[in-house]
């Protein structure tokens, strides 16, 4: 999530749009029946493989795509890959990243995509500090030194705004992957996701977390979003690929250790032990009352509509703030209703 204001022309030229920019027409990355008779969905991650994708492995090694007439092939981010301008070329017909906000600024910057779903209801982005020095509310922070990435320095600020906390109070240093500077004593919280528990090992058991969604900032994480074109054109193969999504995460949930292994097995470079640890936090964040309510992938207009006033006030947009229905839509989740709701 960019802390800076971005305009459609960076936003294109970062995102490798420049096709469309010059009137290239996009075309939909759902390729046509195999010689199974099944349809070629591209996924295109916003970073590397993780276990938020444990729910897409499952339904490929139990078939639960090809039930649904689908062939699902997952292309992972990465540091120099750009998954929103993947998505919005064509290259790839589904998209899924890490946050919310990405697909605000990416529709406010005139990339025309947008989410259908929503794989984890609360985002487990968290502030993480020591029992000697806890922050465990966001007055807290006061007088602190914060350590997080450069891209969610833009997050601490929404953070402070939506708690009257004056950005003066606060110190906000960068960090990278690890949770060193807390060990140090170089900063007085660090941030990262509660679900990555391999990174926060080092930090041992004692420690203070603070989620960002308990402090008023409440973004969704894994979200699944496709263009306009391909919701309008391709909504079958979408709905088709959100039931079987669907079905694996329900398995998952049934089936903890075997999903672990079967994600393992799949990304080899994954540690099953840190992720066998991990499995319940994840499902924590992915069947929540909401989906108990509306089901697995569920979404909420109001949500959407918080962030995006939140974003506004921060000057996030360049220009016009996006409307709700410009970074959403609901059609997909109404059109699987009744099959997600079975899973959750």
């Not at 970062?14 to 199974?36: D, K, L, T």
């Not at 000697?132 to 833009?154: L, S, Y």
């Not at 950005?167 to 004593?185: A, C, H, P, R, Y």
């Amino acid at each position: 999530m960019p802390n800076t204001k971005i305009t459609k022309r960076q936003f294109l030229r970062y995102s490798g749009g420049a096709a469309m920019a010059a009137g290239v027409p996009a075309f939909i990355g759902v390729g046509a029946a195999n010689a199974a008779g099944l349809k070629t969905v591209e996924m295109q991650l916003g970073w590397l493989a993780s276990n938020g994708l444990l729910g897409e492995v499952v339904a490929q090694a139990k078939g639960f795509y090809e039930a649904e007439g689908v062939e699902l092939r997952i292309t992972p981010g990465g540091p120099n890959v750009d998954g929103v301008g993947s998505v919005a070329a064509g290259r790839a017909a589904v998209g899924q990243i890490s946050s919310s906000p990405s697909i605000m600024l990416a529709r406010a910057a005139g990339i025309p995509i947008k989410a259908f779903a929503a794989g984890y209801q609360k985002h487990p982005f968290t502030y993480f500090s020591r029992p000697d020095n806890p922050i465990r509310e966001p007055k807290d922070m006061i007088g602190k030194t914060i350590a997080t990435m450069p891209t969610a320095h833009i997050l601490l600020k929404a953070l402070m705004a939506a708690n009257d906390i004056a950005e003066k109070d606060v110190e906000i240093v960068n960090m990278g992957s690890d949770m060193n500077q807390l060990m140090t004593g170089q900063a007085d919280a660090v941030s990262g996701w509660l679900t990555n528990i391999a990174a926060l090992d080092v930090l041992g058991e004692e420690r203070v977390d603070l989620m960002l969604w308990d402090t008023g900032i409440q973004l969704y994480a894994t979200v699944y979003y496709a263009t306009d074109e391909t919701i309008e054109e391709e909504a079958e193969t979408l709905a088709g690929f959100t039931r079987a999504t669907a079905r694996g995460w329900r398995y998952v949930r049934e089936n903890p250790e075997e999903a672990v292994d079967l994600l393992v097995a799949a990304y080899p470079n994954m540690d099953r032990e840190a992720e066998i640890r991990a499995v319940e936090q994840v499902l924590g964040f992915v069947f929540t009352e909401a989906t108990e309510q509306e089901g697995w992938g569920t979404m909420n207009r109001a949500n959407w509509e918080s962030q995006i006033e939140a974003y506004a006030a921060l000057g996030q947009f360049d220009g016009d703030a996006p409307g709700v229905d410009e970074v959403m839509t609901l059609k997909i989740l109404e059109m699987t209703a009744d099959a997600r709701r079975e899973v959750s």
